[in-house]
């Protein structure tokens, strides 16, 4: 009888894992890049209320007008502008809602020209401006809005 309660206590804590691990609507991430300050982060896949500010995980679905991100690319930025938020993009101006903010650099860490992206007007619906942390962070300066559809994830909790 010992070992019954064994298995089924071995068999309990392995399904309750399984649960937590693969239907729970939290995901750990890691982000290989520099453009924002941690490397692990703990995301929830409930993207409905995504605001400026927050950091998102998405796919990268569409062609990179500077040819450095891939289609299908997972990528972490934070919400610089958000649907209905008035934004200025040029090569001499970044503001939000009049909040300004480092303009796009002329050039990539490697030394090539890149250009920036300009707009100037309301952000459409379902779209958003993201930014990374680093001054050369490779964001929307430079590719311009990413579709709210392509949000995967909203991260809540980070470290390291």
């Not at 520099?34 to 400026?52: D, G, L, M, T, W």
């Not at 502008?81 to 200025?88: A, N, Q, T």
């Not at 050039?107 to 001054?135: C, M, T």
Request: charged share 20%; net charge positive; aromatic share 16%.
């Amino acid at each position: 009888m010992n070992r019954w309660v064994r298995l089924v206590v071995i068999f309990s804590i392995t399904f309750v894992v399984y649960l937590g691990v693969f239907l729970s609507p939290y995901h750990l991430a890691f982000v290989s890049t520099q453009s924002v300050p941690f490397h692990f982060a703990v995301y929830s896949e409930n993207v409905e209320k995504v605001e400026n500010g927050d950091y998102v995980i998405f796919n990268w679905t569409k062609d990179d007008p500077n040819k450095k991100i891939k289609k299908g690319q997972k990528l972490t930025k934070k919400i610089f502008c958000s649907e209905g938020d008035f934004l200025v993009s040029n090569a001499t101006r970044l503001t939000c809602n009049n909040m300004p903010s480092p303009i796009a650099q002329s050039h990539d860490s490697q030394g090539n020209k890149v250009d920036a992206w300009e707009y100037e007007g309301e952000i459409p619906a379902k779209h958003l401006f993201v930014k990374g942390n680093a001054r050369n962070s490779y964001d929307s300066r430079y590719y311009g809005f990413i579709y709210k559809k392509d949000v995967i994830g909203k991260v809540v909790f980070t470290f390291l």
